[in-house]
């Protein structure tokens, strides 16, 4: 098991930029591939990138592809999401999960060990 905190959310402008990063507690972080997903109010959980365990592999959704940027530093136990070019509908609470089953990379199912989120608010 893994305890993550997640922090670096705020309010930018639209065009703006914020890094996210994900704390990690516990021996497990460097072996497993490690996710964000956020969730605006009202809607569901939604898959933002995946880092497989040594970062030779990402993927991301096609909403982010070409303006986000997974990253780890499994030195430093930590993960980081690099968010260019935020639009209005990048707000919501942002978390990081450590990947725990094969499948769709974006099911949360197949994520464990949620932390708390960070809120990034974007302005238009």
């Known amino acids: 098991q893994v305890q993550l905190v997640e922090s670096g959310g705020g309010l930018v402008q639209a065009g703006g930029s914020l890094r996210l990063s994900c704390t990690a507690s516990?021996?497990?972080?460097?072996?497993?591939?490690m996710g964000w997903f956020r969730q605006a109010p009202g809607k569901e959980r939604e898959f933002v990138a995946l880092?497989?365990?040594?970062?030779?592999?990402?993927y991301y959704s096609d909403s982010v592809k070409g303006r986000f940027t997974i990253s780890r530093d499994n030195a430093k136990n930590t993960l980081y999401l690099q968010m260019n070019n935020l639009k209005p509908e990048d707000a919501g609470n942002y978390y990081c999960?450590?990947?725990?089953?094969?499948?769709?990379?974006?099911?949360?199912?197949?994520?464990?060990?949620w932390g708390q989120g960070t809120q990034v608010t974007v302005s238009s």
């Open positions: 999960a450590r990947r725990i089953a094969t499948g769709p990379t974006d099911d949360p199912l197949k994520y464990s060990d």
């Open positions: 880092i497989s365990s040594t970062g030779g592999n990402r």
């Open positions: 516990g021996r497990t972080f460097s072996t497993a591939g």
